[in-house]
T-cell receptor, first 115, second 116 residues
Framework: AQKVTQAQTEISVVEKEDVTLDCVYE???????LFWYKQPPSGELVFLIR??????QNEISGRYSWNFQKSTSSFNFTITASQVVDSAVYFC????????????FGTGTRLQVFP | DTGVSQDPRHKITKRGQNVTFRCDPI?????LYWYRQTLGQGPEFLTY????????KSRLLSDRFSAERPKGSFSTLEIQRTEQGDSAMYLC??????????????FGPGTRLTVT
């Protein structure tokens, strides 16, 4: 069965601190995609990144970086020099492209960044 | 086109009443998905359409729930005889294939349902 686990329910940091959000996934497929979405207080899910199972290169986008490790089935997300605007709930998700592409989400991590 | 839109944004209803939500996807997106998100949880898949065909329904979608996408454009989600347990955010997403052949989903703002 497919499953995404985000063990951190809530994280609080002070502005400019670095923070890492953990994501562990389970799937039997060899071909799959992993995602991170941000959900600010307004409620709309904002796409951040997609990574396919064949690409283990880490990715950096501005203050955001992602570490994908198939050996540990993890896809962790780091925000460098956090800002108050980063406060949101962050979801990790998994999809299997040959199975409807439906997204299987974790329970989310609420990040609060204090000034 | 400004993205996926959903109407209404909020709905308060009494237990036992029927409610209907609408989702307008991004133009020319051929796939449309419905998800439900309860407080403190991640979104859970309910159903999806490819054009007008409903191709998969989650076991979460009880007989009181029905979804349609009659012309392959907008979709409606109806809940009959609402129960308090139906209180949740209902999210719609649409997608079309990327150059790599994967369907990237774009989400709407959601409809928050409160059943009293």
């Amino acid at each position: 069965a497919q499953k995404v686990t985000q063990a951190q329910t809530e994280i609080s940091v002070v502005e400019k601190e670095d923070v890492t959000l953990d994501c562990v996934y389970e799937t039997r497929d060899t071909t799959y995609y992993l995602f991170w979405y941000k959900q600010p207080p307004s409620g709309e899910l904002v796409f951040l990144i997609r990574r396919n199972s064949f690409d283990e290169q880490n990715e950096i986008s501005g203050r955001y970086s992602w570490n994908f490790q198939k050996s540990t089935s993890s896809f962790n997300f780091t925000i460098t020099a956090s800002q108050v605007v980063d406060s949101a709930v962050y979801f990790c998700a998994l999809s299997e492209p040959y199975n409807t592409d439906k997204l299987i989400f974790g329970t989310g991590t609420r990040l609060q960044v204090f000034p | 086109d400004t993205g996926v839109s959903q109407d209404p944004r909020h709905k308060i209803t009494k237990r036992g009443q029927n409610v209907t939500f609408r989702c307008d996807p991004i133009s020319e997106h051929n796939r449309l998905y419905w998800y439900r998100q309860t407080l403190g949880q991640g979104p859970e898949f309910l159903t999806y359409f490819q054009n007008e065909a409903q191709l998969e329904k989650s076991r979460l979608l009880s007989d009181r729930f029905s979804a349609e996408r009659p012309k392959g454009s907008f979709s409606t989600l109806e809940i009959q005889r609402t129960e308090q347990g139906d209180s949740a955010m209902y999210l719609c997403a649409s997608s079309s294939p990327t150059r790599q052949g994967h369907y990237e989903q774009y989400f709407g703002p959601g409809t928050r349902l409160t059943v009293t």
